[in-house]
């Protein structure tokens, strides 16, 4: 009995003794494919980051700088299945990653940023959204809602281009009264063109909130100025030209815009002068 309560404390410390092995191992691989990864060796970072978790699955943030080297060799706009796969695999890795840490900031700006990269924008604002919430305090995080708002707004109002104003009159007027099926047909396409600008203009006035709360944080920020001025711009293109008072709202707006991308000129100006005084970051 007395030899077999040794093997098995023998057989403990030999366990132990393998497993502090392999964590050591696995911070080594770790700190190898860091090193990769800021020399921009991107594929030899993948390879350190997996042997890394197979020494030991519980190795700190070697996950997530998987799924960012995964993320780093993705071109947006390239063919290719191999190009596919590693926007694939960063997806996958992100949301292990999540699964485990749901408010991982940088997790979430990758699957973000990815979602981006591939055109699925919808996708790409939700995690921006969440990254957001995690850090209310990061300016960047919420100018990533105003600029993804943008360019959501700009892929969706060339379709409005063909719909009807809900306030013009229905243009059935061809000296005779329109059936009740036309009547319905263009009262649906006026009903689609209210929802689809009313859903916009959503968009636009929460991208505008967090640019505001991103220049709260930060009033050098050129870029969220910069996409103030196009949300503003967005506004005017969204109102049809036949309703009422269009003229002058889009004046008002336009004008808005000038004053934003005036701003980002000026602030783009002294953020140089600063930074070729050595001064950025001082206040």
């Given at each position: 009995?007395?030899?077999?309560?040794?093997?098995?404390?023998?057989?403990?410390?030999?366990?132990?003794?393998?497993?502090?092995?392999?964590?050591?191992?696995?911070?080594?691989?770790?700190?190898?494919?860091?090193?990769?990864?800021?020399?921009?060796?991107?594929?030899?970072?993948?390879?350190?980051?997996?042997?890394?978790?197979?020494?030991?699955?519980?190795?700190?943030?070697?996950?997530?700088?998987?799924?960012?080297?995964?993320?780093?060799?993705?071109?947006?706009?390239?063919?290719?299945?191999?190009?596919?796969?590693?926007?694939?695999?960063?997806?996958?890795?992100?949301?292990?990653?999540?699964?485990?840490?749901?408010?991982?900031?940088?997790?979430?700006?990758?699957?973000?940023?990815?979602?981006?990269?591939?055109?699925?924008?919808?996708?790409?604002?939700?995690?921006?959204?969440?990254?957001?919430?995690?850090?209310?305090?990061?300016?960047?995080?919420?100018?990533?809602?105003?600029?993804?708002?943008?360019?959501?707004?700009?892929?969706?109002?060339?379709?409005?281009?063909?719909?009807?104003?809900?306030?013009?009159?229905?243009?059935?007027?061809?000296?005779?009264r329109p059936t009740p099926e036309e009547l319905a047909a263009e009262e649906a396409v006026a009903a689609q063109a209210a929802a689809e600008r009313e859903e916009l203009a959503t968009l636009i006035e929460e991208g505008q909130q967090h640019l505001?709360?991103?220049?709260?944080?930060?009033?050098?920020?050129?870029?969220?100025?910069?996409?103030?001025?196009?949300?503003?711009?967005?506004?005017?293109?969204?109102?049809?030209?036949?309703?009422?008072?269009?003229?002058?709202?889009?004046?008002?707006?336009?004008?808005?815009?000038d004053d934003w991308f005036n701003r980002a000129l000026e602030t783009r100006q002294r953020n140089a002068e600063r930074a070729a005084a050595g001064l950025v970051g001082v206040e």
């Amino acid at each position: 009995m007395r030899q077999k309560k040794l093997l098995f404390a023998l057989l403990g410390l030999a366990a132990l003794g393998l497993a502090g092995c392999n964590q050591l191992k696995a911070r080594d691989s770790l700190n190898n494919g860091v090193r990769a990864f800021r020399e921009t060796n991107y594929a030899t970072a993948v390879d350190f980051f997996q042997q890394a978790l197979e020494l030991d699955p519980e190795v700190p943030n070697a996950e997530l700088y998987l799924a960012l080297a995964y993320s780093q060799q993705f071109i947006p706009g390239a063919f290719g299945e191999e190009n596919q796969r590693f926007a694939e695999q960063a997806i996958e890795t992100f949301e292990s990653v999540l699964a485990k840490e749901p408010n991982n900031a940088t997790a979430l700006a990758g699957m973000a940023t990815i979602y981006q990269n591939t055109g699925q924008l919808d996708q790409a604002r939700e995690y921006y959204v969440r990254r957001a919430e995690v850090a209310s305090d990061d300016p960047e995080a919420h100018y990533a809602i105003g600029s993804i708002n943008w360019h959501i707004v700009t892929s969706r109002a060339p379709a409005l281009s063909g719909l009807a104003d809900p306030a013009a009159p229905l243009p059935t007027a061809r000296n005779r009264r329109p059936t009740p099926e036309e009547l319905a047909a263009e009262e649906a396409v006026a009903a689609q063109a209210a929802a689809e600008r009313e859903e916009l203009a959503t968009l636009i006035e929460e991208g505008q909130q967090h640019l505001d709360r991103s220049l709260e944080l930060n009033p050098n920020y050129e870029d969220a100025m910069t996409f103030k001025n196009l949300l503003y711009r967005q506004s005017a293109e969204l109102i049809p030209v036949d309703a009422e008072g269009a003229e002058e709202r889009k004046a008002e707006l336009v004008a808005m815009a000038d004053d934003w991308f005036n701003r980002a000129l000026e602030t783009r100006q002294r953020n140089a002068e600063r930074a070729a005084a050595g001064l950025v970051g001082v206040e």
